[in-house]
């Protein structure tokens, strides 16, 4: 298609721009991360000429560029691409328009995958109440944000205040989308997993098999888990109980030979 229109139309096109556009969303989703990230500059030039830096095509393809610089690891550049066009939507659509909120949320995303944690908890707290007052509390976009901070604060071992922000994400879940909902079952296991930090192993493990079930590989190796720091807490009677059920449902989920059950 895109050979096709630029023959007929040119290269310049605003129809071959688009499409060029969509073909390097393609080499993104399909992980072609470095011609992704070359066509997208090559794009973001040509919308810069044709259609000016303000447009919001040219908006949106920087951000779609950083957002590629992130997808391959290259965190500087996606940070520095961010904050720039961070700048660019707050001075052409306003600091409260959704659009703007999105891409305050993908900045807070880079500094995270960047390993700049603090920065990431610091924008995440500011956002939040922007969200909630522009989108309501109960917009996705909001509930995404508030599940962000709380694996932020996880990640920086502020765990009571992860999991308490991860309650709440669960029960807007549960009341908004409904207890079976994917991304209900998703704040589920993540609530899981803050108590799993925090050593609340018991609330970790009931929460884990309302999730994926009493037999999934993943509550076996947290039972394993459990077992272990009750052997490393001297409760050798809970310990060797815990273990002997485990491996009990280890072999019977897994076989004899697998690996996990024979570590257990």
Known sequence: ?????????????????????????????????????????????????????????????????????????????????????????ERVLGSD????????????????????????VDA??????????????DHPDTLAVRNNLAHAYDSVGRFGEAIELFERVLAEQERVLGPDHPDTLVARNNLAGAYDSAGRFGEAIELYERVLGPDHPDTLTTRHNLAFAYHS???????????????????????????DTLTT
């Open 233 to 259: 807490a001297g409760h050798f009677d809970e310990a060797i109980e815990l273990y002997e059920r485990v491996l009990a449902d280890r072999v019977r989920v897994l076989g004899p030979d697998h690996p």
């Open 97 to 120: 328009h959704p659009d703007t909120l999105t891409v305050r949320n993908n900045l807070a995303v880079a500094y995270d995958s960047a390993g700049r944690l603090a920065e990431a």
């Open 1 to 89: 298609v895109l050979a096709e229109r630029e023959r007929v139309l040119g290269a310049d096109h605003p129809d071959t721009l688009t499409v060029r556009n969509n073909l390097a969303v393609a080499y993104k989703s399909a992980g072609r991360f470095g011609e992704a990230i070359e066509l997208f500059e090559r794009v973001l030039a040509e919308y810069e000429c044709v259609l000016g830096a303000d447009h919001l095509d040219t908006l949106n393809t920087r951000n779609n560029l950083a957002s590629t610089y992130k997808s391959a690891g290259r965190f500087g550049e996606a940070i520095e691409l961010y904050e720039q066009v961070l700048a660019e939507y």
């Open 124 to 137: 995440w707290e500011e956002l939040l109440p922007d969200c909630q007052r522009v989108l309501g509390a």
